[in-house]
């Protein structure tokens, strides 16, 4: 059964900073596109940052040049280095990926359970 499992939001100080990380498990043949949403209250879901499955990245025009995503293939892990970070910014967080499974072989999207960034001071 494939997982996604999210870690490290909490609670920041507008100005502040927050590294967020997701590692995918389970039986994996291969993880396409990895990436972070976000869903504040009385929102739709936005895309926050991802990588495609060429490699190449997002970022929605909000978070740029203030947010880093980054990937550790080996480890099936993404992360998100929020710097820089707003009250705008609270929301909860989800991982998003394109996995296929073993013994599926079809790339199906996967998501975590979120986790909550809130920035107030």
Request: net charge positive.
């Amino acid at each position: 059964q494939v997982q996604l499992v999210e870690s490290g939001g909490g609670l920041a100080q507008p100005g502040g900073s927050l590294n967020l990380s997701c590692a995918a498990s389970g039986k994996i043949v291969r993880v396409n596109a990895m990436g972070w949403y976000r869903q504040a209250p009385g929102k739709q879901r936005e895309l926050v940052a991802t990588f495609t499955s060429g490699g190449s990245t997002n970022y929605a025009d909000s978070v740029k040049g203030r947010f880093t995503i980054s990937r550790d293939n080996a480890k099936n892990t993404v992360y998100l280095q929020m710097n820089s970070l707003k009250p705008e910014d609270t929301a909860v967080y989800l991982c998003n990926a394109k996995i296929v499974p073993f013994g599926v072989w079809v790339s199906s999207d996967y998501w975590g359970q979120g986790t909550q960034v809130t920035v107030s001071s």
